[in-house]
């Protein structure tokens, strides 16, 4: 079993930067491919941005893409959201999942992630 950890998350003004951490236990995240979505109230959830196991390639959702970076550092077996320029519509609560995947796939799609975090609330307002 992996546990997932959020961390980082708070209230931040229109134009600001937060980083999210997120750091596993019980297993290494080396051999898994990392991800994080997000849930605004009364929406569905969506991905924001993922990170590949084999050699850290990236996606993000177009909506982010300018804006968000997702890197990994196996040896702490943390996983990092550095997101600038937020906007009001970042609001959300933010989760970090993993997906066991040897390879360079990231996938967009929640139900193909194993382990999920309890989630950290990102607040963008005045």
């Known amino acids: 079993q992996m546990r997932l950890v959020e961390s980082g998350g708070g209230l931040v003004q229109p134009g600001g930067s937060l980083t999210l951490s997120c750091t596993a236990s019980?297993?290494?995240?080396?051999?898994?491919?990392m991800g994080w979505f997000r849930q605004a109230p009364g929406k569905e959830r969506e991905f924001v941005a993922g990170?590949?196991?084999?050699?850290?390639?990236?996606n993000a959702a177009h909506s982010v893409k300018e804006r968000f970076t997702v890197y990994r550092d196996n040896a702490k077996n943390t996983v990092y959201l550095q997101m600038n320029y937020l906007k009001p519509e970042d609001t959300a609560a933010y989760y970090c999942n993993a997906r066991s995947e040897y390879g360079n796939y990231v996938s967009t799609v929640g139900y193909e992630y194993e382990y999920w975090g309890q989630g950290t609330q990102v607040t963008v307002s005045s």
């Open positions: 990170i590949s196991q084999k050699d850290a390639l990236t």
């Open positions: 019980g297993r290494g995240i080396s051999n898994y491919a």
